[in-house]
C-alpha cells in the first residue's frame, strides 16, 4: 500500500504480518532478485522509509531537505555485523570474562547480574528498536570509533547545530562496562547500608547526607583526566567496599596487562569522540544499553559532562524511563550538575531491551528492574521530564531531548513549556523521533519552531539488514500505531486532490 505524506514523501506500508522473520524475508528476496535489484527494490521501499543513504555524501539531500521543514537530524551509522546466534554468544562469552574469572570460575563474591551468562550472550534477544555491537579485538574498535568519527564530522558539515549517536560497546571489551557497573552498584549498596545505620534509609537519595569519618577513601574517586591517562591503572578503581568490614577489596583477584590495555583504550576513543564532537560543534549522544553495562556507561558518560559541558552542553545521557530507578538517576545527575556548574544534557526515552531485561532478570535470580506496566513507565517519563523542565526553568543550564513517537508526551510537554514560559527558540528542549516514523509530530513542530530532530541511520544497503530487519519485526506494532498515520494521509491527499495543490512548499 502506497500513501504520499504532507512533505511529498511515498509511505510504503509493508505486509511483514506473517510469521516469516523480516531478517529471513529479505534473505529471500536477496536470492530471488540477485543482489542488484535487491538493492534497487529496497531503496524504493524499506530502505528508502527508514534509511537516509548510503554515506554522509548521500544523506546530504534528505538533511537539506528536512532543515527546510525545521528539521535537524541525530546521525546514526547503522552497520552491523550479521552473525548467528552462536557466533554472538561465543564473542560475548570471550569478551566479558576476565582471565581471572576463567581461572576461578566458582568465585561467588561476584553479583550474578553482572556477570556474563551464555543463554544471554546474544544480546540482540529481544530487541528490536537498538543496535548492538560485539568485541572482536582492538583494531574493529578503532574503526568502529573512525566511523563514530567520520558520522561527527558528517553532522558538523550538515547543519550548525547536529548531533551524533555513540555506543560504548562498540568502542572496547565489554568486561570492562561489567566490571565497573558492579563496582558502582557495589559502592551504592554501602551507602545505603551506612544510610540505614543512621537511620536515614527512608529519605530520598538527594536528602541522604552520610557521615563517613571511619571510611578513609575519597568518595569522588573518578576523575576524567586520571582515566585516560596512561599511567592510571585502571583496576585500581575496581575496589568494592565489604560490607561488614568496611575496608576496600578488589573486584578480582588480578587483571592481565593486556586487559588493563583494553580497559584504558576504551576510555581514550570515548575521549577522542567527545573532542572531535566540541571540535565540530556537533552534540554528542551516550545511548543506553542493558542494565548491566549501564551504571558504568551512565557514570562515565557524567564524568565527561563534568569536562565538556562546561561552557555549553555537548555530552548528552541518555536515560531510559523504563526502569525503576530512572527519576533517581536524573535527579541525583541533575542535583550534581547544579553544585558543579554544568550543563546538564539529557535524551528521555522509554527504553529498549524490556521484554530481554525481564527474561534475564527471572532466569538468572535478581529483582526485575522494568516498571511493572506501560502507565507506569509512562508516569516514570513524565516524572523525569517535568523534573528537568523545573530545572531549566530554574537556572537555564539544563537541556534535555524529548525522544519519543507518543503525541500525548508531546502534548504534555508543550504544555510544561507553556506553564514555565519557555521558548522554543532558548533551545532548551528537543523532540526526537525515528526516520520514516511519525512525521505527523515532526515536521508540525519544526514548522511551529520547536527544535525537533530525527534520528536518522545510513549505511551501505546490504550492511544495514539487521537494522532494517528489526524495523520489520516492529511491523505489527507500527501498524497498530499507524491507523491515525494512515487517517491523516489520506486527508490530506484528498485536500492537495481537491485543492489542485500537489507539492508543499516549507514556510520554514
Same mark, same amino acid.
Given at each position: 500500500h502506497i500513501s504520499v505524506d504532507t512533505q511529498g514523501n511515498r509511505i510504503f506500508f509493508l505486509n511483514l504480518t506473517t510469521p516469516c522473520p523480516g531478517f529471513q524475508l529479505m534473505d529471500l528476496s536477496k536470492k530471488l532478485l540477485g543482489n542488484r535489484m535487491f538493492e534497487k527494490m529496497m531503496k524504493m521501499t524499506f530502505y528508502g522509509q527508514f534509511v537516509a543513504g548510503e554515506d554522509?555524501? @548521500?544523506?546530504?539531500?534528505?538533511?537539506? #531537505?528536512?532543515? =527546510?521543514? !525545521?528539521?535537524?537530524?541525530? *546521525?546514526?551509522?547503522?552497520? /552491523?555485523?550479521?552473525?548467528?546466534?552462536?557466533?554472538?554468544?561465543?564473542?560475548?562469552?570471550?569478551?566479558?570474562?576476565?582471565?581471572?574469572?576463567?581461572?576461578?570460575?566458582?568465585?561467588?563474591?561476584?553479583?550474578?547480574?553482572?556477570?556474563?551468562?551464555?543463554?544471554?550472550?546474544?544480546?540482540?534477544?529481544?530487541?528490536?528498536?537498538?543496535?548492538?555491537?560485539?568485541?572482536?579485538?582492538?583494531?574493529?574498535?578503532?574503526?568502529?570509533?573512525?566511523?563514530?568519527?567520520?558520522?561527527?564530522?558528517?553532522?558538523?558539515?550538515?547543519? @550548525?547545530?547536529?548531533?551524533?549517536?555513540? #555506543?560504548?560497546? =562498540?568502542? !572496547?571489551?565489554?568486561?570492562? *562496562?561489567?566490571?565497573?557497573? /558492579?563496582v558502582l552498584v557495589k559502592w551504592r549498596q554501602f551507602f545505603n547500608f551506612l544510610a540505614a545505620q543512621q537511620g536515614i534509609s527512608d529519605m530520598t537519595v538527594l536528602e541522604q547526607k552520610l557521615e563517613l569519618e571511619q571510611l578513609k577513601v575519597t568518595i569522588d574517586f573518578l576523575d576524567w583526566n586520571s582515566?585516560?591517562?596512561?599511567?592510571?591503572?585502571?583496576?585500581?578503581?575496581?575496589?568494592?567496599?565489604?560490607?561488614k568490614t568496611g575496608q576496600l577489596e578488589p573486584l578480582l583477584r588480578s587483571f592481565t596487562a593486556e586487559e588493563e590495555r583494553q580497559m584504558k583504550r576504551m576510555l581514550q576513543r570515548v575521549d577522542i569522540l567527545a573532542r572531535h564532537a566540541l571540535e565540530n560543534g556537533v552534540r554528542l549522544m551516550v545511548d543506553a544499553e542493558q542494565t548491566y553495562f549501564q551504571p558504568a556507561i551512565s557514570r562515565l558518560t557524567l564524568e565527561m559532562q563534568r569536562i565538556f559541558n562546561r561552557e555549553k552542553p555537548i555530552i548528552f545521557n541518555t536515560y531510559q524511563c523504563y526502569l525503576k530507578d530512572a527519576y533517581d538517576n536524573v535527579s541525583v545527575d541533575v542535583e550534581l550538575s547544579r553544585r558543579e556548574g554544568w550543563y546538564f544534557g539529557a535524551k528521555l526515552v522509554r527504553g529498549a531491551y524490556m521484554y530481554q531485561e525481564r527474561a534475564r532478570a527471572k532466569e538468572i535470580g535478581y529483582e526485575d528492574?522494568?516498571?511493572?506496566?506501560?502507565?507506569?513507565?509512562?508516569?516514570?517519563?513524565?516524572?523525569?521530564?517535568?523534573y528537568v523542565l523545573e530545572e531549566i526553568d530554574h537556572?537555564?543550564?539544563?537541556?534535555?531531548?524529548?525522544?519519543?513517537?507518543?503525541?500525548?508526551?508531546?502534548?504534555?510537554?508543550?504544555?510544561?513549556?507553556?506553564?514555565?514560559?519557555?521558548?522554543?527558540?532558548?533551545?532548551?528542549?528537543?523532540?526526537?523521533?525515528?526516520?520514516?516514523?511519525?512525521?505527523?509530530?515532526?515536521?508540525?513542530l519544526g514548522q511551529a519552531g520547536f527544535p525537533v530532530y530525527k534520528y536518522v541511520p545510513y549505511g551501505p544497503v546490504n550492511e544495514v539488514i539487521p537494522y532494517l530487519s528489526r524495523r520489520a519485526q516492529e511491523n505489527r506494532g507500527f501498524m497498530k500505531g499507524s491507523q491515525r498515520e494512515r487517517h491523516l494521509l489520506s486527508k490530506e491527499l484528498k485536500r492537495r486532490l481537491l485543492s489542485g495543490q500537489m507539492f508543499y512548499k516549507p514556510v520554514y
Open positions: 554522509h555524501n @548521500a544523506i546530504k539531500p534528505l538533511i537539506r #531537505k528536512n532543515q =527546510a521543514f !525545521g528539521v535537524g537530524a541525530v *546521525l546514526d551509522y547503522s552497520v /552491523e555485523e550479521d552473525l548467528s546466534q552462536e557466533e554472538a554468544e561465543k564473542k560475548e562469552m570471550d569478551s566479558c570474562v576476565s582471565e581471572a574469572e576463567r581461572e576461578s570460575p566458582g568465585d561467588d563474591h561476584r553479583e550474578k547480574k553482572y556477570k556474563a551468562h551464555r543463554q544471554f550472550g546474544d544480546r540482540r534477544g529481544g530487541v528490536i528498536s537498538a543496535r548492538t555491537y560485539f568485541y572482536a579485538d582492538e583494531a574493529k574498535c578503532d574503526n568502529q570509533m573512525d566511523t563514530f568519527i567520520n558520522c561527527i564530522k558528517a553532522s558538523g558539515g550538515a547543519s @550548525a547545530d547536529g548531533f551524533s549517536a555513540i #555506543k560504548l560497546t =562498540a568502542l !572496547g571489551r565489554p568486561q570492562f *562496562l561489567l566490571q565497573f557497573s /558492579e582515566l585516560i591517562n596512561d599511567t592510571t591503572k585502571i583496576s585500581n578503581l575496581l575496589m568494592v567496599p565489604n560490607l528492574p522494568i516498571n511493572p506496566d506501560y502507565e507506569a513507565t509512562n508516569k516514570m517519563y513524565h516524572k523525569c521530564l517535568e537556572s537555564r543550564k539544563a537541556n534535555v531531548m524529548v525522544a519519543t513517537h507518543n503525541e500525548d508526551t508531546v502534548k504534555f510537554t508543550l504544555e510544561k513549556m507553556n506553564e514555565m514560559g519557555l521558548s522554543p527558540t532558548e533551545n532548551k528542549v528537543y523532540f526526537g523521533q525515528l526516520l520514516g516514523m511519525c512525521d505527523q509530530i515532526s515536521f508540525p
